[in-house]
């Protein structure tokens, strides 16, 4: 386990070779052990392996970045409070989680369970890569997958063996992301030191320069993330969210 923590990669490259049914039920039931909250597990785990419903979710949802295709597996991890609802209806007790709390709840459960999830098809000598393409079209990952109210598209990966064995990705240093004892706020000279290593790699200069832009901020506020994109898909997903049955009581 620690070596699949420290050497994880993004493969976005897969070999034609399927993966075992055992092999399969291992790594997802590694992800079901994941810690969640208050032991009702508000996720469900949908694997995907028909080449149909994998080139509806290349073609709609993924803008058509191969690695879909090529993997043999697509999991999806979603919010699930449809089930436990279902649950409290035939108990005779009230039905209350269709709220913002439990959807921050079921986000966190189903983040888990992915994690392990990932962390199980390393160690089986599986690649993996997180698709953050998800919740930009939930509403078609809803209508794929057949996502009934009360269920949300969170995260996703692709699953297989692995043809190319690329470099570890940067991290920020640990004085970047840590905090001991309390929150101590960065100055800007902080923040230069933190982001030093990263503006002066090669690696990065090069997406600078072609993306003819002052600095590699621009290149995230800019060009990746823009201001208008992320209000125009924040406000797609609160309407998925609000169809999906939260938010209107």
């Not at 098809?121 to 009360?150: F, S």
């Not at 990966?157 to 640990?174: A, C, N, S």
Request: hydrophobic share 35%; charged share 25%.
């Amino acid at each position: 386990m620690k070596n699949s923590i420290f050497s994880h990669r993004s493969i976005r490259k897969f070999k034609s070779k399927g993966i075992g049914e055992a092999t399969l039920r291992k790594i997802i039931n590694a992800g079901i052990r994941a810690s969640n909250t208050g032991n009702m597990q508000v996720y469900s785990i949908i694997v995907t392996q028909d080449p149909i419903i994998r080139e509806q979710l290349w073609d709609q949802v993924h803008f058509k970045q191969n690695m879909v295709k090529q993997a043999p597996v697509h999991v999806t991890f979603c919010v699930d409070v449809n089930r436990f609802h279902k649950w409290c209806e035939i108990s005779n007790t009230e039905i209350s989680y269709d709220n913002f709390l439990w959807f921050i709840n079921g986000s966190v459960d189903a983040v888990l369970a992915s994690q392990n999830t990932t962390l199980e098809a390393e160690n089986e000598g599986l690649g993996v890569c997180y698709l953050g393409t998800v919740t930009y079209n939930a509403d078609k990952v809803i209508q794929i997958l057949d996502l009934p109210k009360g269920v949300i598209p969170i995260t996703a990966i692709v699953m297989g063996y692995p043809d190319e064995d690329p470099d570890l990705t940067d991290r920020l240093p640990y004085e970047g992301v840590v905090h001991m004892e309390k929150y101590q706020d960065y100055s800007l000279e902080a923040i230069k030191n933190i982001h030093k290593e990263k503006e002066e790699s090669e690696f990065y200069k090069n997406i600078v320069a072609e993306n003819n832009v002052p600095n590699l901020a621009t290149v995230f506020t800019e060009k990746r993330y823009k201001k208008q994109d992320n209000i125009h898909m924040s406000n797609a997903f609160l309407t998925v969210l609000k169809d999906q049955g939260f938010f209107n009581q």
